[in-house]
């Protein structure tokens, strides 16, 4: 079963020998888009790591266009409540929702979520995604992570791994890792993943799956220990640490994507637009930088590929939904 396990592209190599998206007839057309403020809807709290990377593509796309891009959190609800707002917004344009790996999770955590994610939203661009981190504290006696598996299940349900919550990424990919390695760790829901830092550090929490901006300043320090990257390549911070696929758990190396999606009926020009501006964005040497300096890999996929990588996504989360029961409280 693949989840969100896809060959990572550079920004040279998704943009390299392909060139910017073209120019159709139909986005000339919509010329005169856009001719008011564009609103961001950022499904989850304001100042985390959604609302910063969504702030920082605003700036650069809103420059491109000439006109004003504003970035409106509306949290709660394991993002449905931001997704609700988009979908009952005009499909103008103008409104556009963040949408992350949890959007597509939640179709299969949810089942009666009240808006389909591809039948009521189209995808446009994806434009960066933050590799996770699975980290242990400095306590725990591991120093691998078939050390961790082997502990775990030498000691079943005594264990436990700090989540955002069900449905967050943390959650998602701590869950899949689990079913893959045939252990069984009890789940403690933080609100956020911020709050769990201090627990890991005391040794209360036995593991967890962190983003490198909460993760390497406290591995550097020797107060963490990192077992796995969950990406396809190994971190140039920790070149040392291995891949989930590396371990030989490649399966379960969930990272949250970031992608901008709008309501499905929206013209067909526009959205070949904002999939254009973004691409730009994404090829822009100062975007690459600012998004780099906040734990982000820039990766551009257009609406075409983003579509089929929900699809599977989406497929591959029923699967394990099926497989262990889990599901949104």
Known sequence: MMINKTTRRSVVGALGGAGLVALQPHVLAQSNWPTRVIRIVNPYPAGGVVDILARLLAGKVGASLGGNIVVEARPGGGSTIGTDFVAAAPADGYTWLIATTSNAANMALMPNIRHDLLKEFAPVAQFAYTPNYLVVPASL????????????????????????????TPFLGFELFKHIAGIDVVAVHYKGSPPQIPDLLSGQLSAAYLSAALTLSQAKSGRLKILAVADDKRSKDFPEVPTLAEAGYGNAAVSPWFAVMVRATTPQGIRDRIELEVQKAVASPDLVATLEAQGAVPEFRGSSALQLKIEREIDGWRALVNATGIKAE
């Not at 120093?143 to 449905?167: C, D």
């Open 141 to 168: 006696p591991v120093s691998t992570l078939q050390e961790y598996v082997a502990l775990a299940k030498k000691n079943p349900g005594k264990l436990n791994y700090g989540s955002g919550g069900i449905g967050s």
